[in-house]
């Protein structure tokens, strides 16, 4: 079956950086493009990022310039690096699959907290 599992959240303070991981199997994980989604507390999930399979990658506005995403498709492995964080990064980070047919994501993660607070 289809599993993503994220990991490297924690907490950080302003100005800190992380690097999310999501390890991702059964499947053709270069066959896929992938993104990361987010949800802060008492708010809806925001798309974040994505990296396709034609080497584009992709950022929302609030993140464009901080934050990193890359895979290694030989680890069937999907990063996020994030940096200059802000207290409203804080969310559960989820990576995502994308729909082949069509815009949208058809598996999510469990997803990884992060924290950012002095």
């Known amino acids: 079956e289809v599993q993503l599992v994220e990991s490297g959240g924690g907490m950080v303070q302003p100005g800190g950086s992380l690097r999310l991981s999501c390890a991702a199997s059964?499947?053709?994980?270069?066959?896929?493009?992938m993104s990361w989604v987010r949800q802060a507390p008492g708010k809806g999930p925001e798309w974040v990022s994505a990296?396709?399979?034609?080497?584009?990658?992709y950022y929302a506005d609030s993140v464009k310039g901080r934050f990193t995403i890359s895979r290694d498709n030989a680890k069937n492995t999907l990063y996020l690096q994030m940096n200059s964080l802000k207290p409203e990064d804080t969310a559960l980070y989820y990576c995502?699959?994308?729909?082949?047919?069509?815009?949208?994501?058809?598996?999510w993660g469990k997803g990884t907290l992060v924290t950012v607070s002095s």
């Open positions: 059964g499947f053709t994980f270069s066959s896929y493009d």
């Open positions: 995502a699959r994308d729909l082949v047919a069509a815009d949208g994501l058809d598996y």
């Open positions: 990296d396709n399979t034609d080497g584009n990658t």
